[in-house]
């Protein structure tokens, strides 16, 4: 596949197709072919470091609630090596690699870890064609299916936050949690608090603090909603 074929069907556009080409270019084709010049190692650094930031702001942005372990968590599934790979397999970039024989010949044209540094060097050549806009363009669809898939792993969030990836992915609404009683003498208060979806009740919740009584409003909803896979009860 020709670079030019290949940025039109993974729905990119480079005002500089040598930057283009040169994040499609594996070492060891540069080993065989001295006249393609430079490989695609920097464009690689370059787009790791862009990837890094870019989906901490849009995961800063898009779960204001998120705490900054569970920040780190998703990010860190969103840029995995696994998971840059099949965002390469979705844009069929191991097809449009230019490698060396040896490399061909091994199978590398679809080793997760080549997928993984040319999709990482594709965004670098991205971000100095177009600038970080450009990428984030690129990125956004793929993150949020990347982070739908997040609630299939059950252990990697607490109810709060699968709860607000629902809300924001099926409603466009942040939940609001708001704290309706409190009783029992002082050394053994307990809360109770009601979690909303616009103006919709979804759950309530008590415990012995706030953010207790939260959680399990937000688990209570979850149960309801009955959408995706649940936490162990209480996270």
Partial sequence: ???????????????????????LTHRSYVNEHPEALEDNERLEFLGDAALDFLTAAWLYSRFPEMDEGQLTRLRSVLVRTEQLA??????????ALRIGRGEEASGGRYRPTLLCDAFEALIG?????????????????????????????????????????????????????????????????????EVYVGRELRGRGVGRSKQDAAQQAAYNA??????????????
């Avoid at 074929?5 to 080409?21: N, T, Y």
């Avoid at 099949?86 to 097809?95: E, H, P």
């Fill in 222 to 235: 979850l149960t309801l909603i009955g959408d995706g896979p649940l936490p162990a009860e209480g996270q």
């Fill in 86 to 95: 099949a965002f390469a397999g979705q844009i069929r970039l191991g097809v």
């Fill in 1 to 23: 596949m020709l670079p030019e074929e290949f940025a039109e069907q993974a729905g990119v556009a480079f005002k500089d197709s040598g930057l283009l080409r040169r994040s």
């Fill in 125 to 193: 050549a991205i971000y100095l064609d177009s600038g970080l806009p450009a990428v984030m363009d690129f990125m956004e669809a793929r993150f949020t299916e990347a982070v739908e898939a997040v609630l299939e792993e059950e252990s990697l969030l607490d109810s709060r936050s699968i709860l607000q990836i629902w809300a924001q992915g099926e409603h466009g609404e942040t939940p609001r949690y708001e704290t309706v009683e409190t009783f029992g003498p002082d050394h053994a208060r307990e809360f109770v608090v």
